[in-house]
């Protein structure tokens, strides 16, 4: 692959405008978009929170980083989707209560979406009656927890055990994900899956559809 450290820097730099110049730079030269996002992009993310944990970098500088993401995602959006359409479930996704990430959320839902899935995205900080007032407006078959604090985690469990106690469980299978989370968590809370990224994430709700 390319070398790609300019892009890696201007993300941590948190320099949108100038991202977006070099993202768009990548691209024309025929930067597969898939990897720019997975080994470039996510990766400066990790750098960012790295940083963020030993105190180099503060929350705000955090933030100019994730806007950065977000319009560089966006631009990629058109380009990543695996193309397939099918006539896949109604999705309901959020990122729990008390959690404001929302970059891989978003890029878990855009992966649903361009595969076929019609997905509802509640945002960030939801409740759990929020995801049951959606599942049931939307008669949704599959519902899409995110969480990315360890702190927030125990509010996916909540999140299933309302969900259980609404009488909707059988109607719905649960997919959790979130960098602290973990397959055995997901078993645990009594999730019916879990995904370590957006592409698993994609690929796991298809399963579900058979
Ligand atoms: Co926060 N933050 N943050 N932060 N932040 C982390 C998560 C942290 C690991 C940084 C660190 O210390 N190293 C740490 C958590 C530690 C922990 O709990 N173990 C942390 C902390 C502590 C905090 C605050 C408490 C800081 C403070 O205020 N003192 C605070 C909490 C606020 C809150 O939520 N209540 C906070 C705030 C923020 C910002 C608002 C500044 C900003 C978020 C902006 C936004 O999202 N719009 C932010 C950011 C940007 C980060 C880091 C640097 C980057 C997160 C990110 O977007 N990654 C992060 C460090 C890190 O992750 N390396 C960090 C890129 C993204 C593509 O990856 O979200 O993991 P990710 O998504 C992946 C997979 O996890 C998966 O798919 C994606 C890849 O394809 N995935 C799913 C995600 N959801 C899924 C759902 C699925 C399946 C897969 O199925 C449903």
Redesign the pocket.
């Known amino acids: 692959m390319e070398d790609h450290t300019q892009i890696t820097e201007t993300l941590i730099q948190g320099d949108d405008e100038k991202l977006i110049i070099l993202v768009q730079e990548a691209l024309d030269s025929g930067a597969n978009p898939g990897k720019l996002l997975?080994h470039v992009l996510?990766p400066a993310?990790?750098v960012?929170?790295?940083r963020?944990?030993s105190g180099e970098m503060f929350?705000p500088e955090?933030?100019m980083?994730?806007r950065a993401?977000?319009l560089a995602v966006e631009m990629l959006k058109p380009l990543l989707g695996d193309g397939e359409s099918s006539s896949a479930g109604k999705v309901i996704?959020g990122t729990v209560k008390?959690?404001?990430?929302?970059?891989?959320?978003n890029?878990?839902s855009m992966m649903m979406e361009s595969a076929g899935f019609e997905v509802t995205d509640l945002g960030?900080d939801i409740a759990p009656e929020n995801f049951i007032a959606a599942i049931k407006d939307q008669n949704a078959t599959i519902v899409?927890?995110?969480a990315?604090?360890?702190?927030?985690m125990p509010m996916m469990k909540a999140t299933v055990e309302a969900i259980c106690e609404s009488g909707l469980r059988e109607q719905v299978k649960i997919?959790?994900?979130?960098?602290?989370v973990n397959q055995s968590f997901a078993d645990e809370i009594g999730a019916d899956g879990y995904?370590?990224?957006?592409?698993?994430?994609s690929k796991l709700a298809k399963s579900y559809l058979n």
Request: charged share 15%; proline share 2%.
């Open positions: 997975n996510i993310m990790d960012i929170g790295e963020m944990e929350i955090v933030l980083g994730a993401m977000g996704i008390g959690d404001l990430h929302d970059i891989g959320k890029l878990v960030v899409a927890l995110s990315l604090l360890t702190t927030t997919i959790v994900g979130g960098a602290p995904a370590a990224d957006a592409g698993s994430a």
